[in-house]
């Protein structure tokens, strides 16, 4: 079938009873019965497969958008699944280091005492030392005047 029996298919006239034979605006039916310049006709042909080609990847770039999307939405579901597993595991390793703190709690709090016991004794101690010094400094000074 060659172009202008294609666009032959295409035409639609309608007649009019004061103008005669018009071409039709509506979009169930074109004829051609008027005849035009077979250039013209070409070239809109042409057009409207250019224009249907442009509107066809414009669609596809929008289907790839979306497969893009889709995509990246997967890969973030993935990720976040990921991050709520350590998250779980992070929660369970405070719940057991927490169990632990409160069984060496009792030890920790004799450690404590027994700190503030050594610091009492080295205070003590330091102090016996003090008076030592002293008792020793009056001792030799009283064997001196002897």
């Known amino acids: 079938m060659s172009e202008e029996d294609k666009i032959e298919d295409f035409a639609c006239v309608e007649e009019s009873p004061k103008r005669g034979p018009t071409l039709s605006t509506s979009t169930s039916s074109f004829e051609r019965n008027d005849p035009h310049d077979p250039n013209l006709s070409l070239l809109s042909t042409k057009m ?19 497969k893009l999307l889709e995509t990246m939405n997967k890969v973030t579901m993935q990720k976040y699944a990921s991050y709520r597993q350590i998250a779980s595991d992070v929660g369970k390793q405070i719940i057991e280091l927490n169990e632990k703190y409160k069984s060496l709690e009792p030890y920790l709090s004799q450690i404590d005492q027994i700190e503030d016991s050594v610091s009492k004794l080295e205070q003590a101690a330091f102090k016996l030392d003090a008076y030592a010094k002293r008792l020793e400094a009056k001792y030799k000074s009283l064997e001196k005047r002897q």
């Open 48 to 66: 409207f497969e250019k224009t249907s080609e442009y509107l066809m990847g414009e669609l596809n770039i929008t289907e790839e958008d979306y």
